[in-house]
Structure formats: structure tokens, C-alpha cells
């Protein structure tokens, strides 16, 4: 089969830019936005790369070669600053602008000031394939912490084969050997070239864009059932995950409780010291039930500063030394807290307990929301337990 160089260029230019405008309009729908942008960017210098290539291969200038290598160079770093975004790890910004710029500066200087073509190409080819070895790298590490490991396993094999073709194009290149850019001759090292980059393009490119479209529905799924302050299960997510605790407490005639937990003064907290500390004392309290309950047990953010716990196979005292525990470790949590070290922060919570085939979720939640309308009134800062008189401070 015969390829030509303006053939293959315009072929990158064309995928390369409608890529780049389905990446930012996935961004624009809020799945994954850092990482497509940068996927986009990545694409679009590609196209520019290429298209400049296309445009002014016949005009002989010497800047031709150190720019097209500048925006291939940029466009491979915004590859990996992507897919490193995409698995949330960090970007050493540091050493790879450092890399960019002195490979740059020298493409420039060898291109232009000082030019050795040879050398120039070496160089060039050598950098973009360092950068797609690193981002094949981060596919293959991270991609078990992503659930289509499938789909990233892919892309890093192209990546793979880009570094490879990469590799091989600046052994040919520091040999002398890589001929100019025409448009009538089989110019295969270009071609070779051309072919992996119109592959990257075309094919990782649309893998990518799948993870980000995943990890959307992911998240949305997860949006669903969690509430996003606290990470803890939102009302629908809650009463998916007890129904079956509850449908096995009623077969097994198991005795279980029900907490429910108030934030005292919360409103006043808010009125003083704002809104954003007020989500901080509500990020400290999920974290508490998620740390002091048992991992059979599940907590819920019943609404706004109030918060609901099953608790199955637990009879009264086990629930109550439960949310005695709470209601210390929220304490001392908010005391770590500088802006709050002064102020006492403090939970009311009510309790209630009962065998599953005798009473509902529903009845032990609203015994223990009358057991805490009881803590309330009777001072704040103190577990009731429904049905009995003692009362903890």
C-alpha cells in the first residue's frame, strides 16, 4: 500500500482537530474536565503540528522543523499532564517545564542558530518518547485503581508502540539518515512516523474519552446514593444498603437500634464563623460514624446538621456505649480545629432499641428522634436512651 507524506499530515490534522473538539465538549459536560482539557490540547498541537507542516513544507524556512517539534513536544507533555490528572496523581510541573523548555530551546538553536538536522530530530524524537513511555506507565500502574482496567491497559499499548516508533525515529534521525519531507516519494521513516501519530490520535484518544465518559457515570452513580459533603450514604443510598440487614434482623428475630445524631448550636456555629466552617464540622462528624461505628453498621446524613445510624444486632447498652463514643470523639476532634479550640462543640443523640420482628425501621427512628428531642430539652450535649431515664452528660 502507498502512503505519502501530505496524505498521512492531513489525515492527523483533520482527527486531531475533531478529537480536540469532542474532548472540550466532554469537559464542557463536567466528565473529567482537567484531564480532557489537557486530552484536547494535546490533540488540537498535534493537528497544528501537522497542518503547519502540510501548509509550509514547501516554503524552505528554517523554523519549519524547530516548531513543529516544539508543538509535538508540547502537545506529548499535555498527554502525560492529563493522564496524570485523570488518576489524581501529581504533576511534577518542576522537571518536565524544565525538560520542555531546554528541549525546546534546542530544537530552536539546532534548527535555526546552529542548525544539524541529525541532531535536531534525535533530540526531538527522544523527548516525545520519554514522554510517552511516562504516560504509558501511568496507564499501566493506575490503571487497577480504575474499573475499565481493560480500556486503559489499551491505551498504554499504543502509547507503548508510539515510544517504540519514537525511539526508532531518533536512531534513524542521529544517523543522518531521515530524508526531508515531500509529497511524491515513499518516505518511510516519515511515514512510519505519521501512521503511529495518526493512531494515537484516532484510536487512544476515543479510549480515553470512554474512561472519562466511565468514571461520569461513576460518579453520577455514586452522586446518587452519597451525599457529597460527607461521603457518607445519602437517604437513598442508606435504605438500599439496610434492607437486607433488616429483612435478616426480622428472619432471625435479632434485636438492632437506631441513632440519631444532632449538631448543637449549629446554626449559631454557622452565623459566627460562616458557612465553610460549618461544612468542615459536618465533613468532622461523617468522618466520626465512619471511624467509631462498626463496619456492619450505617450511617446516613438524615438532612441538613442531623444524622441517622443502624446499628443491627445491638441492644440498647451496645448502642448507647456506641453513641457515647460519638459524641466524645466528635468533641475532640472539634477542639483540634484552631478556630474552634475555644469553642465547646458538642452532639445531642437519641437511642432506641427492639427485636425486628416486632417493630419497623420507621418506629425505632422515630423513638430515637423523640429520645434526642429529650437530650435537647434537656440540656444538649448527652445521649437518651427511649424508654429509660438515664441521661449522660
Not at 25 to 30: I, P
Not at 176 to 193: A, M, R, W
Request: proline residues 4%; glycine residues 10%; hydrophobic residues 50%.
Amino acid at each position: 500500500m502507498y502512503f505519502d507524506d501530505p496524505t498521512l499530515m492531513f489525515a492527523v490534522t483533520v482527527v486531531g482537530a475533531a478529537n480536540a473538539v469532542v474532548l472540550v465538549w466532554g469537559a464542557l459536560l463536567g466528565a473529567c474536565r482537567q484531564p480532557l482539557l489537557y486530552w484536547a490540547a494535546a490533540n488540537g498541537l498535534a493537528a497544528l503540528a501537522a497542518s503547519m507542516v502540510l501548509i509550509l513544507a514547501e516554503s524552505g524556512s528554517p523554523w519549519l522543523g524547530p516548531l513543529f517539534n516544539s508543538f509535538f513536544l508540547l502537545g506529548h507533555a499535555c498527554w502525560l499532564v492529563g493522564t496524570l490528572h485523570f488518576f489524581g496523581r501529581r504533576v511534577a510541573a518542576g522537571p518536565l517545564a524544565a525538560l520542555l523548555i531546554l528541549s525546546i530551546v534546542a530544537t530552536v538553536w539546532l534548527g535555526v542558530v546552529s542548525p544539524d538536522r541529525a541532531l535536531r530530530i534525535f533530540l526531538a524524537a527522544s523527548t516525545a518518547a520519554i514522554l510517552r513511555l511516562f504516560s504509558a506507565i501511568v496507564l499501566l500502574r493506575f490503571s487497577g485503581t480504575f474499573g475499565r482496567r481493560a480500556v486503559a491497559l489499551a491505551v498504554a499499548l499504543v502509547m507503548l508502540i508510539d515510544a517504540g516508533v519514537l525511539a526508532l525515529h531518533a536512531h534513524i534521525g542521529l544517523a543522518g539518515v531521515v530524508p526531508l519531507i515531500t509529497g511524491s516519494e515513499q518516505n518511510d521513516p516519515f511515514i512510519l512516523t505519521w501512521i503511529t501519530m495518526l493512531l494515537s490520535t484516532a484510536v487512544a484518544t476515543p479510549l480515553l474519552m470512554l474512561l472519562a465518559l466511565s468514571r461520569l457515570l461513576d460518579d453520577l452513580k455514586r452522586s446518587a446514593h452519597y451525599d457529597s459533603l460527607t461521603g457518607l450514604p445519602n437517604r437513598r443510598g442508606f435504605f438500599e444498603r439496610i434492607g437486607p440487614l433488616l429483612e435478616q434482623g426480622r428472619r432471625q428475630g435479632q434485636t438492632g437500634s437506631v441513632l440519631v445524631v444532632d449538631i448543637d448550636r449549629f446554626k449559631h456555629l454557622n452565623d459566627r464563623f460562616g458557612h465553610a466552617m460549618g461544612d468542615e464540622v459536618l465533613c468532622v462528624m461523617g468522618a466520626v460514624l465512619n471511624d467509631v461505628l462498626r463496619g456492619v453498621d450505617t450511617a446516613v446524613r438524615w438532612g441538613g446538621e442531623e444524622f441517622c445510624a443502624l446499628l443491627p444486632d445491638t441492644g440498647g447498652s451496645g448502642a448507647y456505649a456506641g453513641a457515647e463514643r460519638i459524641r466524645a470523639e466528635f468533641s475532640r476532634r472539634c477542639r483540634a480545629i484552631p478556630a474552634l479550640a475555644e469553642v465547646p462543640m458538642s452532639v445531642s443523640i437519641g437511642v432506641a432499641s427492639g427485636r425486628w420482628n416486632e417493630v419497623d425501621f420507621d418506629t425505632l427512628q422515630h423513638r430515637a428522634d423523640a429520645a434526642l428531642y429529650a437530650a435537647k430539652h434537656g440540656g444538649r450535649d448527652r445521649t437518651v436512651l427511649a424508654g429509660a431515664e438515664t441521661v449522660a452528660c
